[in-house]
């Protein structure tokens, strides 16, 4: 095959080089084929979408790390919003810190973005604040997204009214007191609005948003560079695989959150008219 | 179910409770089951794993947040290690700090984790501080891990001489130059080392080292709260699922880095006295 070809040349060209000493010889060797592909790699086209992700206090980093190493490799133009830009703490002790505030993040977005973690997502829920950011923004972009809890705040903001949704599952049945429809698939498109359930399923939520930003040749190409090919060890990823002693369990250390949700998810409802 | 029931009394309570300006009297009357949950979740075991995660310049920000997230809701005790506490970049531009450098980690750690990102992952495999923190820290280890192309410096410290392993599809089959038997495995255990693909495949490591860790029940619990039940929207994350075409297009555009790799490895395995 003619990359294990290419490979073996480039074996040989090495070997020949022969140590790390000798590298300039081998990147001079190859500087145009390296400056083109550090130009392909930093290049964002004009055409790229624009993307807003909300960073929030205790929010969960991986909800938001997976869709943005995909929409980042699809080189879309993605900032970080966040009322102001000191940082915020993730639930790894990360901070991250936003590129642009409620004020000056762009009006028009492609994708507006929501990551969960589930005590942030109650205060934004209960924030007036980023409520009208997340009702402003997504009243106008051309996708409103949420991975895991976010779910809740999308919805909290008055943006899932009549569209079929899902988020973690722990929260999921809370949807329809924001007047959503409750769709128990990982991830769940209607219209422009895509969610997903908990932290990992933002992976696939983002590559499924990919095909429909860039093209599906676009996504393949992501996948294969995250090399996506998942093997879970266990077979426990969803309330039926994990069988009902374990959901229950789990279930039970929560009560404290799930409550808290659950009457912020009743507040919203009452602000957005849903009967109950 | 009991599951259904419990929620079903909970949302009765929360709608009773009726609004958020009402929360506090909610939160009063679960306090106690509040404080439980949030011990729980603070604590951390005194018996629990000790961690070093090394992080370098040009990172892959997932290769370490993946397994970090895992590790963390078994929660174990991890450090982000590098030369100093000066932030390092990653690939989303969202800086990482250490928090310990390499004379302040501990000698003696239960997990060693590298990550990748392949033009970080070549710098440090042509750094010698970097190669005998490595080499150092590795030989006491209970488990040397590696996520995407980590497994080059991993291997370019000699710690996979004569040992199963993987890395990134694009440059794992420079690890037998540097001693290491390449296995085409999404997870790859050889005694006390785990290896795995790229990016991604950091999640399936660390869920198969958490078992290892703490047993099969807390890895699967990790699983669930995780929601890991992937569902890719295609088959496009190996070599094998892209086709040549696709994996010849890619290849073509990495000339250059492959070219580096191969150098720096051929580089470590002159080093490493590995016959060529």
Known sequence: ???????????????????????????????????????????????????????????????????????????????????????????????????????????????LLVPGGILGT??????????AFLADRGSRAKWVTSVCTGGLAVAAAGLLKGYDATAHWTIADLLPLMGARHVDRRVVADRNRMTCGGVTAGIDLALTLAAELRGEEAARNVQLIMEYSPMPP??????????????????????WMDAQAMSAATAAGKRLGIPV
């Open 234 to 255: 266990f077979r426990n990823g969803t309330p039926a695989e994990a069988g009902p002693d374990r959901v229950t369990a789990m279930r039970a250390r929560r009560t």
């Open 122 to 131: 109650i205060d934004c829920m209960n924030d007036p604040q980023v409520m």
């Open 1 to 111: 095959m003619t990359d294990t070809f290419n490979r073996r040349a480039l074996l040989a060209l090495a070997t020949a080089v022969g140590t790390g000493a000798a590298m300039p010889s081998l990147a001079q060797h190859l500087d145009r084929a390296g400056d083109k592909h550090m130009d392909d790699m930093m290049a964002i086209p004009p055409d790229s979408p624009v993307v807003a992700m909300l960073i929030h206090p205790k929010m969960i980093a991986l909800d938001l790390i997976g869709p943005m190493t995909v929409l980042n490799i699809l080189r879309c133009r993605i900032d970080l919003v966040w009322k102001d830009k000191t940082p915020i703490s993730t639930e790894l002790g990360i901070p991250f810190t936003a590129t642009r505030t409620f004020e000056d993040c762009p009006r028009d977005l492609d994708v």
